[in-house]
């Protein structure tokens, strides 16, 4: 039968520190990129976007970084909190401009755990 | 509260029976996306509307599926002849399209249906 589990990878930090999740993705031809937060049995929850004719893009407390070369795409957390434990998806849209914008791919997802 | 509103939250059914969900999206959105999303994995892309047209299904939407968006505003999701793979958490997000910015996806938080 299939296996039921979370092999997803974590990132275990003591709060006040900086998070960096990161993400690989797939398609050069994504043009629109964008961080969630899902907390267990929620909805994922709206952080950043960014386009991809920018490189950075900062809000409160986090910050996105795309680095089209290698297809990387980073979210910083600033003084980590108790609070944003949770999993981190990125995810990516081809042709955001058009027709198919909101069709996203998301990636597998990264457990984030902030100890007190 | 303003945001994605679902109905039910939970559904437990048996196999060979229909479901049917709903989803409110954020009240001046235009677009309303389905996604699915099973253990561990990130959210997959089902299908979306532009008001009641619905523009794109993906394959992973069977025959058993359908989704209407019949006045533009709230949406179905129907599963007819449930299979226990049809078990996942169904996920509703909104967004406005148009004009020179498009908002990003807002999720609800979900229907989970487990098919025994």
């Known amino acids: 039968g299939e296996s039921v589990g979370l092999h997803l990878p974590t990132l275990s930090v003591q709060e006040g520190d900086n998070s960096i999740i990161n993400c690989a993705y797939s398609?050069?031809?994504?043009?629109?990129f964008i961080w969630y937060k899902q907390e267990s049995g929620k909805g994922p929850q709206f952080i950043i976007d960014?386009?991809?004719?920018?490189d950075k893009r900062q809000g409160q407390r986090v910050t996105v970084l795309l680095n089209k070369t290698v297809k990387h795409l980073s979210l910083q957390i600033a003084a980590t909190q108790p609070g944003d434990s949770a999993v981190y998806f990125c995810?990516?849209?081809?042709?955001?401009?058009?027709?198919?914008?909101?069709?996203?791919?998301f990636g597998q997802g990264t457990i984030l755990t902030v100890h007190p | 509260d303003t945001g994605v509103s679902q109905d039910p939250r939970h559904k437990i059914t048996k196999r060979g029976q229909n479901v049917t969900f709903r989803c409110d999206p954020i009240?001046?959105?235009?677009?309303l996306y389905w996604y699915r999303q099973t253990l561990g994995q990130g959210p997959e892309f089902l299908t979306y509307?532009?008001?009641?047209?619905?523009?794109?299904k993906s394959r992973l939407l069977s025959d058993r599926f359908s989704a209407e968006r019949p006045k533009g505003s709230f949406s179905t999701l129907e599963i007819q002849r449930t299979e226990q793979g049809d078990s996942a958490m169904y996920l509703c997000?909104?967004?406005?399209?148009?004009?020179?910015?498009?908002?990003?996806?807002?999720f609800g938080n979900g229907t989970r249906l487990t098919v025994t």
């Open positions: 509307f532009q008001n009641e047209a619905q523009l794109e």
């Open positions: 009240s001046e959105h235009n677009r």
């Open positions: 995810a990516e849209n081809v042709n955001a401009g058009g027709t198919s914008y909101g069709k996203l791919t």
């Open positions: 398609n050069s031809a994504s043009d629109y």
């Open positions: 997000a909104s967004s406005l399209v148009g004009g020179s910015y498009n908002s990003p996806l807002h």
């Open positions: 960014i386009r991809s004719n920018m």
